[in-house]
């Protein structure tokens, strides 16, 4: 279920974030299966991380 690039990310998840959550939400969702043993947690994890990761965009966080 890896997504290769954000592009490949279902909309529905992503649509709301910023270029750099969504490079975050990738990264995780890709990650998470590995870590947790299962597909559900591939989009389960990636929305607190992307929270955590706030609205930085171009490298500068507001």
Do not use: I, R, W
Not at 20 to 38: R, S
């Amino acid at each position: 279920m890896p997504s290769p690039s954000v592009a490949e990310l279902p909309e529905a998840q992503v649509d709301q974030h910023t270029g750099h959550q969504k490079e975050v939400f990738l990264e995780t969702c890709n990650h998470a299966p590995k870590e947790y043993g299962d597909e559900h947690s591939a989009f389960a994890v990636p929305h607190p991380a992307v929270k955590k990761a706030g609205e930085k965009e171009n490298g500068q966080t507001p």
